[in-house]
């Protein structure tokens, strides 16, 4: 059956209305920065209560097994596997996003040690190429990072490339790569590839599988919502992971950590890339941010993501022409993630005018404005009351104020 589209966009803006009411946002706030650091969704705090008073509190020791506790990282870890394509069974959540990115790194130049070259893109989060020259440091192996521009990145793929390691959505400018191409080409002259999802998962479709993309990483506390610092995942392709030797090979990735054997044999599967004693309260927090997501699409998402940024954009340039502004984003949905991004020389003191009227974006140096859409809470009424305040920030130069000028640690 064709369903007709009102009754489709109906059925969309009401089950957007439910996951709205799922998010504790405080009254007069429109928050475009959940691409940072997701909102608390509603539910959260009781859960981590029970876990602080019932489990740690009632069980002690005992909730390692009783709750559960161990296996927590497999079972959140299949709740946002099956949201970014993975196969059962191969994402565990665990440590941070850099960390993730190391062990995958690693994995991935064991895997070809005949190569030396690493690429990137100069598009990527400045961590992950943090980590791989730390890594390479450390390696001692010869091993170079090259960093070629994000439009340079296929044709810099040859056979000296043992791992493509890139972000799909730029932080920056929200410019998304194409997974499934890029990941065939570097298949094609025999490297691996590593996706950083930090700006994808819960945000737009990914088919891991499908791309048969090798490793991934991303965070907790972005689109998913697990709060300050959750826990982070990563993915290893199933027919590539039991050939990994860990760099970090802790006993929470050994076949029998409580075997207490002398020396380290790694769990088969995913489990391998866990490394120490996972946060069973930051995990808790996430696992029940994720509730947030049940009978959602996130195509759904994606497809209203698109049209509202596309809104912002066409709001922005309309109300805030002759300011100096300068689109950073794809102007094309299918090219961006889920951020609108402008260049504006004075955007820091303008960010923080905004957040003055209830605005809340973010500003990324040397001079980005980014606005985060998510639409499990962000709605056309808040885009076009964004574009107004920061109309009214320009035009009233409510950012020129000394005081607003000065950058805190935290941009
Ligand atoms: C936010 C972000 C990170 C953050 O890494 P942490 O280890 O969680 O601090 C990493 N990579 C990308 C692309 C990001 O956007």
New binding site residues.
């Given amino acids: 059956m064709v369903v007709p589209f009102s009754d489709k966009t109906q059925h969309e803006a009401k089950a957007f209305e439910r996951t709205k009411q799922s998010f504790c946002l405080p009254d007069g706030i429109i928050y475009l920065d959940g691409n940072?650091l997701g909102p608390l969704p509603k539910g959260v705090s009781e859960r981590v209560a029970t876990a602080v008073e019932e489990e740690w509190g009632g069980k002690l020791i005992r909730a390692w097994n009783e709750a559960d506790w161990i296996d927590l990282p497999t079972r959140v870890g299949n709740r946002i596997g099956a949201m970014i394509g993975a196969e059962p069974n191969a994402v565990v959540v665990a440590d941070?996003?850099?960390?993730?990115?190391q062990k995958a790194l690693a994995a991935a130049l064991q895997l070809r040690p005949e190569r030396k070259v690493l690429l990137s893109d100069s598009g990527?989060?400045p961590?992950?190429l943090y980590m791989a020259q730390g890594l390479i440091a450390a390696l001692g192996d010869g091993h170079q990072l090259k960093v070629v521009s994000p439009d340079e990145v296929e044709d810099a793929l040859d056979d000296s490339v043992a791992a493509l390691m890139l972000?799909e959505v730029d932080?920056r400018t929200g410019r998304l790569h194409s997974m499934k191409a890029l990941t065939a080409a570097a298949h094609a002259v025999g490297a691996l590839t590593i996706w950083?999802l930090?700006?994808s998962a819960g945000a737009l479709p990914v088919d891991l599988a499908g791309c048969k993309a090798d490793f991934a990483?991303?965070?907790g506390?972005?689109y998913l919502n697990g709060g300050p610092?959750a826990p982070?995942f990563i993915y290893g392709r199933p027919d590539l992971v039991d050939r990994i030797k860990p760099l970090q090979s802790g006993w929470m990735g050994h076949k029998a950590p409580f075997a207490f054997e002398l020396d380290y044999i790694p769990a088969e599967g995913a489990d391998r890339m866990r490394v120490g004693t996972p946060p069973i309260l930051s995990l808790t927090a996430l696992d029940a941010a994720l509730d947030v997501w049940d009978g959602i699409e996130i195509d759904t998402v994606r497809a209203a993501s698109i049209s509202l940024a596309d809104l912002l954009i066409d709001e922005i340039e309309r109300r805030c022409a002759g300011f100096g502004l300068r689109l950073a984003s794809p102007r094309e949905g299918d090219r961006r993630g889920s951020q609108v991004s402008f260049h504006f020389d004075e955007g820091y003191a303008a960010i923080q005018a905004l957040q003055a009227q209830g605005v809340i974006g973010d500003f990324r140096a040397p001079d980005l404005m980014r606005f985060g859409i998510t639409p499990l809470y962000i709605g056309e009424a808040e885009i076009i009351a964004a574009a107004a305040g920061l109309e009214t920030v320009l035009k009233d130069r409510l950012w020129d104020q000394p005081n607003l000028k000065t950058r805190a640690k935290v941009t």
């Fill in positions: 940072s941070s996003t850099s960390i993730n990115l990527n989060f961590t992950d972000t932080y950083d930090a700006h990483v991303g965070c506390y972005k610092g982070a």
